[in-house]
């Protein structure tokens, strides 16, 4: 609930996704100023953006989705041209709003900065605001505090900008109707299909058409080379299983940081809301007032009737329902006469009405936990952790480059590491380059390395790569098979296939062409239809979407209706729009919302599209494609 009654509020976010830095990438910039070598992937305005700044958020965004998909992350599908070229369109809107902010000079106060750092989830102990979370989170990205502020500031600036943009953008009525009339409109279609495979037997294949197929693509029948290799994983987690923590130290770390382990007193309780603005004439303040006192002589007299009162009196809209129940928190978080009365009651004890901006409360407290210190006992396997991973990370930073000098100096054999670290050497069986590899060998420059000449050739080790922050990997070649293009007697069939499928497909079009043709002239062809389906642009039946786009681009002044839609996977298929019903929508139907929400989000990023289009034209970028395309 708590829109009614927190007094710090969160920064509204809605479309201001594509300036949003997680909290996980801030840093990025941060160190990283405008490059002088030369070797910038862009330039927005005087801006400038480094290759060393481009492959910096690069790493950091596929960290963050490995961390999202554990073991199974293949960093080659998030590095593709397209991830690239969308990765840089974020930078480049960063960059233009930036410039955009300075030039009319927007600021954000400090009392906006501290609500909005204190609304962040990474900062909060027990839903409140925590100074130690905030300092370890700023600690362990190598941020200082003063320059994490400033990028808040910054990013609360641009966020001024956009946030009128999206406002603005909120389409009219008359408009919004239309648009809900077309995505409701029901269609009741029939459908006849042509399957390609029921033209199949008509279809002859010469010999000389598979073999000259087969000579003319051979490149769509070569097997990629192919390695059989063993690899070696360095990692913290490796190193952790060789590793244990004594129940002293563990004691030591509480008795040393023992404030972490505070848990600050935390409250529940249910509220009534008699809503009046801060500024109403004073005739609906006392009559909210006495509204509020006649509930709680109500309660006075009942008091098992809180619940009921609450569902049916209070405004709140998010805790109504709920009988009033705000559920638990701590201080900090509501308006001060509020928060000031609830930690005042006890528990079970009703409030009388307390006044604030948002009206009459009528409070009661149904829990409280007051403040302690957890025990040793509590905590003490989560401090076990926390020391065994800060030793690992500390054995593994001491590790990492004397290994990877091991596998350098030794290339014909990972066995000396792996006995040094106490590892175990595992094994693949055939990859190809040109497949999805298993992990940890799919990242793109371990994999390079691996169908390198001096891996190939020599059988020499890999040099060992971080394939993931804490993770080194080094892989050797045991075995190798070069390209080779299949026996043509391996295809043929393959090959058969595929041309009698091209052949009876083009069939199936030039009949359901002619029917189609016909059907419109309005002569009586013997099709057999299916059975009736009432279709809408939100209710598809299963059709493929330019199928259904097709069903409801087709005039239908007419009934029926004909349209022609060719499958490659199928055949082909004669929609018949039968009957056409208009659209009454109900607003009050979830349904309904969910649309308008939906069509007020794509109106809103249209606008915000053509409104960022103006700001290229201020500030010109310009991309340089080769830089891009370096690594």
Known sequence: MLDSVRNNKKIVQGFLVLITIPFALWGVESYIQNSVSGDEVATVGEVKISQQEFSAALNQQQERLRGQSGGNFDSALFDTPQVRRQLLESLITKKLLAQQARKVQLTVGDEDLVNAIASIPEFQENNQFSKRSYESALSSRGLNKELFEARMRHDLAVQQLVLPIAAASIPGVTPTGRWLSIKLEQREVVEAQMPYVAYSNQVKLSPDVVHKYYAEHAQEFELPEQVRAEFLVLSTNALLTQLSVSEEEARARYTADISRYKETELRRESHILIAVAKNAPAAEVTSAKAKAEGLLTTLSKNPGSFTALAKEYSKDTQSADKGGDLGWFGRGLMTKPFEDTVFELKEGVTSRAIRTDFGFHIIRVTGVKPERVKSFDEVKLTIADELKRELGAKRYAEAAEPFGNLVYEQPESLTPAAEKW???????????????????????????????????????????????????????????????????????????????????????????????????????????????????????????????????????????????????????????????????????????????????RSVTEEELNAWMTTLREKFPVEIKKLTLEKR
């Open 422 to 600: 106490k590892l175990s050497v595992q094994q693949t069986g055939w990859l190809s380059k040109s497949d999805k590899l298993p992990f940890p060998l799919n990242n793109k420059k371990l994999a390079d390395a691996l169908f390198g000449a001096d891996a190939i050739k020599k059988k020499h080790n890999t040099e060992a790569v971080e394939v993931s922050p804490g993770t080194l990997v080094a892989a050797r070649v045991l075995e190798y098979k070069p390209a080779a293009l299949q026996d043509f007697a391996a295809v043929k069939e393959k090959i058969e296939n595929e041309l009698i499928r091209e052949a009876a497909l083009k069939l199936a079009i030039r009949d359901g062409e002619d029917q189609l043709s016909r059907l419109m002239k309005g002569d009586t062809v013997g099709m057999k239809w299916s059975a009736s389906k009432t279709l809408s642009q939100n209710a598809t039946g299963n059709l493929p979407p330019q199928a259904l786009q097709a069903i409801f681009k087709t005039r239908a002044d007419k009934l029926p209706a004909y349209v022609g839609f060719v499958s490659p996977d199928t055949g082909y298929v004669i929609y018949g729009i039968n009957a056409v019903k208009a659209a009454s929508p109900n607003t009050e139907d979830p349904e309904v919302r969910k649309l308008l929400a939906h069509y007020d």
